[in-house]
């Protein structure tokens, strides 16, 4: 029935106070699901859920199998807000499908359907079961037969006594879908009695059935037989989307029958797909479409074969691919709602309003889901709900429509003030406002109608569109709109200026690097409006405060210029200046390049080295936008001051090559090479270093200088030279008829008169002195074993006993906070590769380095490591910890220890413990904040807890005595004080207490 215009305008006064009040139909936030209520449960009774948001807050109601339920007259049922409580449920009254109807005055939405089951095992019947009689070698099938129940149920069998469970192998099956025992070939000793045992699975009720006896026959052994296929699956079998498909097969046969499985298409087994109980059982996890077709069970023996087949399809419960939205629509328009589903088989759809079948009528149509209502009036409003459904399950998609009648209103979607815009450009003023059905505007420019003209045209939502405006257009523009409800005036004051134009714009440059420049933007604007520039570096908007040592805007009101201070070759881009107004931006750009000297050439190589000569090569690096003009090499030896440049072939070297022969070398040293370029700029940084070569061996050309001697004692005569140096001595194992370190040198003495020479002494072998060790220790490695100590590891050096005795390695450290100089320093005998650094502070970085030593002195260091301590243990106690105390066994508890954040966290707990009569401490470790002693108490234990961490032990907990059990048990805590004797070196004051065991 259609409403009057004075009825729609009071609903209209209805629908604006209820927007004022946020007014919203009911929506679920909880729905109920499925349960099963196992019988005989302790818990009397079962709540299934229902609870809705909404404005006014909803009621609720329930319906049982389609009926009302009346909570005011059965007192079984109660409602707890939404839910529904079902008191004592009995399974003949309460099983079946429930619904929650929630309902404000906006209307009514009803939840899913929910079904309510009872599990239940019975037992079974009391009778004997008959003797099955087999000969040795057949096959048999023992029957369960489950009693009466509801829910899923486990199978398993007793062999003789419980719980001797039956074992399954490739010769005996459980059928969980049967319940039946298979025995593929029986033998002797599988004779005794069978006990099916039955087991619900939701209960976990268990019974178990009569025993079966399995005897063997006497007239002989049965013979080998081709496989008898009697576990298989169903001919088609429907399966779910995403569930777990299980398949049984299982034959009989002697020799026992091996099982195989196979897809019948000869489509290899996804990855997904698991095969248990000795193949007797083939799992689908995750059911999908492409798991569909037909399966293929093989049991073969030495005798044959079979063959079971079945095949699998798939289903899928309707799921949504699209749900309603509220809508608002204006009376008088048309809604059309699309609600889509996908499953399989398709689903069909019905819909509802206010929980009831929709009425269809001549406005109200429903085609393939879609809801169409036109010329809607205020009582179409409600909520209305979507069902998708097929055999398999059904959904709800839920939402409200609102159809709203008012008069045209501004306040929630005013006209701008102020629109400022340009000579010639477009503008669109806007008039929006609020109005069901949609208003009709009409524009005023002052006093005078505004109508459609070549440059105004009046939109179809309301708006006024204005081309190539003019500085006439500026003025007060008023908008009316109207409908049958009323109208209302909105109002926009429009302001038209002159464009901005650059006219004076940054300009394209090249600078080196150091230099400063200014890049301008200066600009013509309409006085009526603010200006403001931008600067732009590679796209990045120019922050002036944090780039201020480099950049600075200068300039008056209408300028922007740019100072780029002390330029580097960072700076080279693109810059863009921004201006902007109220109604327009301009933006011009320039392109800066900054030149300086070039970057460090890289990849130095020694291709071939010679006695004196090096060829090297290398690669360019950046040119610093200005090309190289040359390359210069550079050296350095151990016995150089720093790099030197060195004579090369050519003996300049253009900026085009990148090779060149180093000359004028000493044979076997040491270099390291590297090369420079300049540009015209200068020159620029060194490359990195060469990797290190030694020159080959030359023989010496270099005399010892400074020849002389004489004096000593008598019978001695001494000779003394000015060595070579290391640099000029052209090779290894180098003398001038000197002495090699640690050499062994026989020695005899004759003795002489005028009359002529005597005997000489027996021969004496002496050493020449020893060398100190040449070669660093290699491997070096640190790591942190806890807050205070670091162990440092190594690779011995290599060292034979002719070159002296190796007395032992030195061990340097320091912190990141101290100067390798003032380093502290510890030393290990020769045969050691490792040393652990202790007293050492908490959560810092240490540096090591390790070198041997002998007699004849140190060695060169190793390369440098660090590692850094970890943080101190927690400084809290275990606190408040609670023990309980048998006559075998003492139960402790004890609080979580927290670590600060300077501490190492928390890895677990040690329990100290002893006797009050015995020095020795053992330990427990645990990760947990209890543990659990097995200790006869037969006298007083002494007991403290420590948290442990990677910086070490924690703070030990107060010590706890657990006094000697006499006839009961006992319990206690470290809250109360006592005096004991002390696990470590404090004595702690503790309170025990005994309580009987009901505390």
Request: proline content about 6%.
């Given at each position: ?761 027996p021969v004496t072998t002496v050493f020449s002195a020893e060398e100190e060790p040449t070669v660093a220790p290699s491997h070096i490695s640190a790591h942190s074993l806890s807050s205070s100590e670091i162990e440092v590891s190594w690779k011995t050096i290599p060292w034979k006993l002719s070159n002296g005795h190796l007395l032992g390695y030195e061990v340097r450290y320091w912190n990141n906070g101290g100067e390798e100089e003032s380093s502290s320093k510890m030393k ?172």
């Amino acid at each position: 029935m259609m409403l009057s215009w004075k009825q729609l305008i009071l609903l209209s006064f209805i629908g604006c106070l209820a927007g004022e009040l946020l007014l919203q139909g009911p929506v679920f936030i909880k729905e109920p699901s499925n349960s099963v209520f196992p019988v005989g449960s302790e818990d009397k009774k079962i709540t299934l859920n229902c609870e809705a948001r909404g404005n006014p807050s909803p009621h609720y109601r329930w319906q049982l199998n389609g009926s009302d339920i009346d909570t005011s007259l059965d007192h079984r049922y109660k409602l707890n807000g939404g839910n529904l409580v079902v008191i004592n449920p009995n399974r003949n009254w309460d099983t079946g499908s429930y619904q929650c109807f929630a309902t404000n005055s906006l209307g009514t939405i009803v939840s899913r359907e929910a079904k309510l089951q009872f599990a239940y095992l019975e037992n079974f019947k009391t009778r004997m079961r008959s003797t099955v009689s087999v000969r040795e070698g057949q096959g048999v099938v023992l029957l369960c037969g489950p009693p009466p129940h509801s829910g899923e149920l486990s199978y398993a069998w007793v062999f003789n006594e419980y719980p001797s469970f039956v074992e399954e192998d490739s010769r005996r099956f459980v059928s969980q879908e049967t319940g039946h025992l298979y025995i593929a070939k029986v033998e002797s000793s599988d004779v005794g009695n069978y006990t099916c045992v039955v087991t619900s699975t939701v209960t976990n009720a268990r019974v178990l059935g009569s025993p079966t006896p399995l005897v063997l026959r006497s007239d002989g052994v049965m013979g080998e037989y081709e496989p008898k296929i009697e576990v298989q699956f169903p001919e088609t079998l429907p399966s779910a989307k995403g569930s777990t498909v299980k398949l049984e097969c299982f034959a009989l046969g002697n020799p026992v029958p091996q099982i195989n499985w196979r897809r019948s298409d000869g489509m290899p087994f996804p990855n997904k797909i698991k095969l248990r109980k000795f193949n007797g059982v083939l799992e689908i996890p995750n059911f999908q479409q492409e798991d569909t077709g037909s399966y293929e069970c093989i049991a073969e023996n030495s005798r044959g074969k079979n063959v079971a087949r079945g095949r699998l399809t798939y289903y899928a419960k309707p799921h949504w691919v699209q749900l309603i939205r509220d809508v608002e629509i204006a009376v008088e328009d048309s809604l059309y709602w699309e609600c889509r589903a996908s499953g399989k088989p398709k689903p069909s759809y019905r819909w509802l309003k206010n929980g009831d079948a929709l009425v269809l009528e001549e406005r109200i149509q429903i085609e393939n889901g879609a809801l169409t209502i036109s010329n809607l009036n205020v009582t179409d409003s409600g909520m209305f709900q979507c069902i998708a459904e097929n055999k398999h399950g059904l959904i709800y998609s839920s939402a409200e429509l609102k159809v709203v009648a008012s008069a045209p209103d501004f306040s929630r979607n005013p006209m701008k003030t102020l629109v400022q815009v340009q000579v010639g450009s477009l503008v669109i003023l806007d008039c929006k406002p609020r109005a069901s059905p949609r208003a009709l505007s009409f524009w005023k420019k002052g006093d005078m109608m505004m109508r459609e003209q070549s440059r105004i045209s009046l939109l179809n939502d309301g708006g006024l569109k204005i081309l190539n405006v003019t500085k006439a257009d500026a003025g007060t523009y008023t908008c009316t709109a109207e409908n049958q409800f009323g109208k209302a005036n909105g109002t926009t004051h429009l302001v038209v200026t002159e464009p901005t134009k650059i006219i004076l714009a940054p300009s394209n440059m090249d600078v080196a690097v150091g230099e400063s420049v200014i890049l301008p933007c200066q600009v013509q604007h309409d006085p009526l409006l603010d200006i403001m520039f931008a600067w732009y570096f590679n796209g990045a908007l120019t922050d002036f405060k944090k780039d201020g040592s480099h950049f600075e805007k200068v300039g008056g009101s209408s300028s922007g210029d740019l100072m780029i201070r002390n330029i580097q070759l960072k700076h080279s881009g693109k810059y863009v200046c921004m201006v902007q107004t109220g109604v327009d931006s301009v933006s011009s750009a320039a392109e800066l390049i900054v030149r300086g000297s070039p970057g460090p050439p890289e990849n130095v190589k020694v291709d071939e080295i010679t006695d004196t000569t090096a060829q090297l090569s290398w690669t360019e690096g950046t040119d610093s936008h200005s090309p190289v003009l040359s390359y210069a090499v550079q050296a350095r030896t151990p016995f150089s001051v720093g790099w030197q440049t060195v004579t090369t072939v050519p003996e300049v070297i253009d900026g085009k090559t990148h090779t060149a022969t180093v000359v004028e070398l000493n044979p076997w040293v040491e270099y390291e090479f590297r090369v420079v370029a300049s540009n015209k700029i200068g020159g620029g940084e060194p490359s990195l270093p060469s990797e290190k070569v030694r020159t080959e061996e030359a023989a010496p050309e270099v005399a010892p200088s400074e020849v002389s001697g004489g004096g000593g004692s008598r019978s001695e005569l001494v000779i003394t030279w000015d060595p070579v140096p290391e640099e000029l001595q052209n090779g290894g194992g180098f003398g001038n008829e000197s002495i090699v370190p640690f050499s062994p040198y026989e020695v005899k003495v004759g003795v002489y008169n005028n009359k002529g020479e005597g005997p000489f002494s027996p021969v004496t072998t002496v050493f020449s002195a020893e060398e100190e060790p040449t070669v660093a220790p290699s491997h070096i490695s640190a790591h942190s074993l806890s807050s205070s100590e670091i162990e440092v590891s190594w690779k011995t050096i290599p060292w034979k006993l002719s070159n002296g005795h190796l007395l032992g390695y030195e061990v340097r450290y320091w912190n990141n906070g101290g100067e390798e100089e003032s380093s502290s320093k510890m030393k290990v005998a020769g045969n050691q590769t490792s040393a652990v650094l202790r007293g050492l502070k908490s959560n810092l970085a240490y540096y090591t380095a390790v070198r041997a030593y002998n007699s004849a002195g140190a060695g060169p260091f190793s390369d440098t490591v660090n590692a850094t301590t970890k943080k101190t243990p927690p400084s809290q106690p275990p606190g408040n910890v609670v023990w309980n105390a048998t006559d075998t066994k003492v139960v402790l508890n004890w609080e979580q220890v927290k670590a600060m954040e300077n501490e190492s966290q928390v890895t677990g707990y040690k329990v100290f413990y002893r006797t009050s009569s015995q020095n020795e401490v053992q330990v427990l470790n645990t990760n947990k904040t209890s543990a659990e002693l097995l200790l006869p108490v037969k006298e007083d234990y002494i007991i403290e807890v420590k948290a442990t961490t990677d910086g070490g032990d924690g703070t030990s907990s107060e010590q706890i005595r657990i006094p000697r059990i006499t006839s009961m048990d006992a319990r206690g805590s470290t809250s109360a004080i006592s005096n004991i004797h002390p696990v470590s070196g404090y004595i702690p004051v503790l309170l025990f207490f005994i309580v009987n065991a009901l505390w």
